[in-house]
Nanobody, 125 residues
Framework: QVQLVESGGGLVQAGGSLRLSCEASGRTFSSYAMGWFRQAPGKEREFVAAISRSGSSTAYVDSVKGRFTISRDNAKNTAFLQMNTLKPEDTAVYYC??????????????????WGQGTQVTVSS
């Protein structure tokens, strides 16, 4: 069992930056690929970024490439999402998730077994 707690969300102006953190409980954090998803009102949950267990491989949705960076610190059981050049369309609740299947950088939500409670990110124009 893994518990995930996100933090770092908030209100920011367009062009600004935020850094989301996802702290995991337990001693097996390095055995999970980690992902970030987001869900805007009235829309389906969307894949944003994923990182492999070691951190050597990453994947991003096209709309955030070059602006967002996913990373992890296995010694601190924490994953991060650095978000730069934020746009109003990035407004959503952001969720981190842990994947138990042996997929390097999973992008489908069904491949993730554990989810955090979400943190709100609001980007004003």
């Amino acid at each position: 069992q893994v518990q995930l707690v996100e933090s770092g969300g908030g209100l920011v102006q367009a062009g600004g930056s935020l850094r989301l953190s996802c702290e995991a409980s337990g001693r097996t954090f390095s055995s999970y690929a980690m992902g970030w998803f987001r869900q805007a009102p009235g829309k389906e949950r969307e894949f944003v970024a994923a990182i492999s267990r070691s951190g050597s491989s990453t994947a991003y949705v096209d709309s955030v490439k070059g602006r967002f960076t996913i990373s992890r610190d296995n010694a601190k059981n924490t994953a991060f999402l650095q978000m730069n050049t934020l746009k109003p369309e990035d407004t959503a609740v952001y969720y981190c998730a842990a994947a138990t299947l042996p997929i390097l950088t999973p992008t489908h939500p069904n491949t993730y077994a554990y989810w955090g409670q979400g943190t709100q990110v609001t980007v004003s124009s």
